[in-house]
């Protein structure tokens, strides 16, 4: 039975930034623990303990006194690490001020109230698709960055406690592999969260271009040109395909009436896509 881990990890989700974005990477146990011994050497070799894209980026913290070829070779080692040992990367993105407008009402409840749990949603979503296509049997386990208690944390725990009972009723008839369980961890304790954190933080530079054509800087294009030549679902939408979504998901909503308090078929099936 194959054990599969999903990390995921946020950016852009303070109050101050017009886009919030989840990020997460899939792969097996066995991969995950050769992850982890490369990761440690390369922390050994290059000396820093935790790797906090944001701090590397801006020069702080522990990175503010390395040198432009040791930035550089840093960089291209932990992304080339990330590439050979994940089976998959998810980044999912959201604009929102198009979210505020077109996302609201009980509709809003079910996409999240917070923008990090739609993004979150919309890797969810590409997972399911994936797990589909994965050949044999075993679980798949989320494991988030810690959350603080107003960041949304309650709402993802709704989300995924309700996409472990969807997930067991669907193995029993389709054999996909099991949703196992989620949990909150400190990436300096879970390596695999700090390569989260990597595309979430090069996902939102990302998306900034995605919707204001602002330019990217190196350290943007260097992460992104490794990370984006691995398997990389980039899950983003124009304003005017969220409009379309939302109308077509509300519109299946009103055919398909509530009943007895659960949502319509049409939230079920997405549901299923966790």
């Known amino acids: 039975m194959t054990q599969i881990s999903v990390y995921f990890d946020d950016s852009g989700t303070h109050r101050e930034s017009s886009i919030a974005v989840a990020a997460c990477y899939v792969s097996t146990a066995e991969l995950w623990e050769r992850f982890r011994a490369d990761w440690r050497r390369i922390m050994e070799e290059e000396a820093f303990s935790c790797f906090h894209m944001a701090d590397f980026a801006s020069r702080s913290g522990e990175f503010s006194g390395w040198d432009e070829e040791k930035r550089r070779r840093v960089l291209r080692k932990l992304c080339a690490t990330i590439n050979i040992r994940i089976r998959s990367g998810f980044v999912g993105a959201v604009n929102k001020r198009d979210y505020d407008d077109l ?41 988030f960055d810690r959350m603080g208690a107003n960041s ?26 099991v949703l196992g369980g989620y949990s909150f961890e400190d990436k300096k304790d879970f390596l695999p969260l700090q390569a989260a954190d990597i595309l979430a933080w090069a996902g939102f530079q990302y998306a900034r271009f995605f919707w204001s054509k602002r330019p990217l800087n190196y350290v943007a294009e260097e992460s992104l040109k490794i990370l984006l030549s691995a398997p990389v679902k980039r899950c983003f939408q124009t304003r005017e395909e969220l409009s379309r979504w939302v109308n077509a998901e509300n519109e299946a909503l009103r055919r398909k009436p509530r009943h007895r308090g659960e949502p319509g078929e049409v939230y079920r099936e997405r549901r299923k896509k966790l």
């Open 152 to 177: 949304g944390k309650g709402e993802i725990m709704r989300v995924m406690d309700e996409a472990r009972k969807t997930s067991k009723r669907e193995a029993l008839g389709t054999g996909v592999i």
């Open 103 to 143: 996302v609201s009402g009980e509709f809003r409840r079910y996409c999240g109230s917070f923008h990090y749990t739609y993004a979150v949603r919309t890797c969810a979503t590409a997972i399911g698709l994936w797990r589909r296509q994965f050949e044999g049997s075993g679980t798949l386990r989320y494991v």
